[in-house]
């Protein structure tokens, strides 16, 4: 069984890792990438994981290091889900609203923009808190 971990790690590990340099901007910051090849690298793991739990329930050896990964794979999807993730969000969140509000007052020239910008006070309060 460990020469199938052998081959299996190292191959998701890089599977994650080539399509992340695929996928991603030239602009991302390493802690997002971290952090979106460690969540890819979780969900695969169940891949590695599973057959390692059949074949360890079949030959009955003891299960602690398949125990251990589980409860691995399950916490870091928790606090990935969780907290990580939300954080990250909510920075993405704060950046598109500093962006809608530059674009409002940038357009705030033209009248039916201006009107549309004055009828919603909670997008002027959150606006000229920037």
Known sequence: MWVF???S???TLGMVVLTLKYFAGPGIPRYVFFTVGYAWFCSLSIIIIVP???WTAITEHPNGVIS???SWSYWSTFLLTWYVMDELIYRL???FLILVCTLFSC????????VCFETSSRMNELCSQF
């Open 5 to 7: 971990y052998l081959i």
């Open 9 to 11: 790690l190292p191959l």
């Open 52 to 54: 390692a739990d059949i």
């Open 68 to 70: 251990f990964f589980w």
């Open 93 to 95: 969140l704060f950046v």
């Open 107 to 114: 357009y705030a020239q033209d009248d039916s923009v201006w």
